[in-house]
């Protein structure tokens, strides 16, 4: 596992400052309606960053070299999924970017790949935001499922057996759904070397 040198700053959670683990983080975000947070590379840019609003961070700024680049489009939701194992346990959620606001969450399965989450959960945002009219965009952090999406079909090396047979039902559904529904939605990959991890990500690094 690589060693870990992010540093994370807390706007809004139990205990609003900058921390130096993900850990350390989390107690301050988990089941905290609303938590705003953020990973940095250096000790130096979070202590700043912490010192101005959240919204600030997704601007583009000279003074720090996180900010560079295009800042998140916050009219979107955001999608994640997390497998312990390959497979292993997988669940996956849709969020709302800017607040993470949980918007729907399906698991966990008992036997699934984190690739077969993702692309899961893209469908299901997908679907989620169509019966909304919803004109908001999706983004993910995995080009593989973005390219299992735009090819209707979910390109899994799993098989089936009688642990995931769930699950691949479910596959099933998303990808009748795609060859049956247009959509206008668009779907971006995340940035997460510009601004950290996806806010729907499940926090287990």
Not at 80 to 103: C, F, H, R, W
Not at 132 to 137: C, L, W, Y
Not at 174 to 199: C, D, H, M, S
Request: glycine share 6%; with cysteine.
């Amino acid at each position: 596992m690589a060693k870990n040198n992010k540093f994370y700053v807390v706007w809004k959670g139990l205990e609003p400052g900058v921390y130096s683990s993900w850990e350390e983080c989390k107690k301050q975000i988990d089941n905290f309606k609303g938590a705003q947070y953020k990973s940095f590379p250096s000790k130096k840019e979070a202590e700043e960053a912490f010192q101005k609003p959240f919204s600030n961070q997704f601007k583009k700024s000279k003074n720090s070299t996180i900010q560079h680049g295009p800042s998140p489009n916050l009219n979107s939701i955001s999608v994640d999924a997390a497998s312990s194992g390959n497979p292993g346990i997988m669940e996956y959620q849709g969020v709302d970017t800017g607040t993470k606001q949980l918007l729907f969450k399906q698991g966990p399965f008992p036997e699934g790949t984190n690739n077969i989450g993702e692309f899961l959960a893209i469908v299901h945002g997908l679907a989620f935001l169509k019966k909304k009219n919803s004109s908001r965009i999706i983004y993910t952090d995995s080009k593989t499922a973005m390219t299992w999406v735009r090819k209707k079909k979910c390109n899994t090396k799993l098989e089936v057996t009688s642990k995931n047979k769930e699950l691949f039902d479910l596959i099933e559904r998303a990808e009748n759904w795609l060859t049956t529904n247009t959509f206008q939605t668009k779907i971006e990959k995340w940035e997460t070397k510009i601004w950290g991890e996806i806010p729907a990500d499940f926090g287990r690094k």
